[in-house]
């Protein structure tokens, strides 16, 4: 397997809307391939063909792993998906705020809103068709991925033009965050141990 260059912006392939998957033949299992090990190198969640200068209705995905009850990671846990001319043919009326970056835009993220569930349809690696239920992380990373594909990028859906920062302005806010809610936590631990002394006393 190859690693592929991952195209950042401005690069106007990012722009363009792909052309449909008509041949699953061995070019596009290589292909395919390459962009597993390409995604899995850079350590992201999903890759669509454009993002690696091929104007085509293809993506990988594959999920955070899942976390059992000490918030450790289940091995084995992550779900791989390729997905060639998807389309989302129901979305809930439930939406989320949720944070996004992007291999194309390296060193941002920023603020989305996305359905909570989709469906999608698409074809397989070998283009078989395929009808996908999805929900939570699963749902915005599709989302996210098959807008690649119709060039569309996180960054014209951010909640506010505010709601972009850089790496390290998020990581900052988040635990300048974390930290307040320490310090309330604590603050609530007071005032319990404050109402239950005399209870324990009586
Ligand atoms: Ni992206």
């Not at 993506?59 to 389309?87: C, H």
């Not at 996210?144 to 390290?168: C, M, Q, S």
Request: hydrophobic share 35%; net charge negative; with cysteine.
């Amino acid at each position: 397997m190859t690693e592929l260059q991952i195209v950042t912006l401005p690069d106007e392939v990012l722009r363009k809307k792909g052309r449909p998957v008509t041949k699953f033949d061995d070019d596009l299992q290589t292909l395919i391939d390459d962009m597993i090990e390409t995604m899995r190198v850079a350590n992201g969640v999903g890759l669509a063909a454009p993002q690696i200068g091929r104007s085509l209705q293809l993506a990988v995905i594959e999920t955070l792993p899942q976390v059992d009850e000490n918030g450790e990671d289940i091995p084995d846990s992550r779900e791989l998906f390729v997905i060639a001319n998807p389309r989302i043919v129901w979305e809930s009326r439930d939406v989320i705020d949720g944070i996004e970056g992007c291999l194309s835009i390296p060193g941002y993220v920023g603020e989305v809103e996305r359905a909570y569930a989709v469906r999608v349809r698409a074809q397989d690696r070998r283009g078989k068709q395929i009808k996908l239920r999805l929900k939570g992380w699963t749902a915005r990373i599709f989302q996210h991925e098959i807008d690649h594909l119709n060039g569309v990028l996180y960054i014209d859906k951010l909640t506010d033009r505010e709601n972009f920062w850089t790496d390290e302005e998020y990581y900052n806010m988040r635990q300048a965050e974390l930290e307040e809610e320490a310090e309330e936590g604590e603050e609530v631990a007071a005032e319990e141990t404050a109402v239950s002394k005399p209870e324990k006393s009586s």
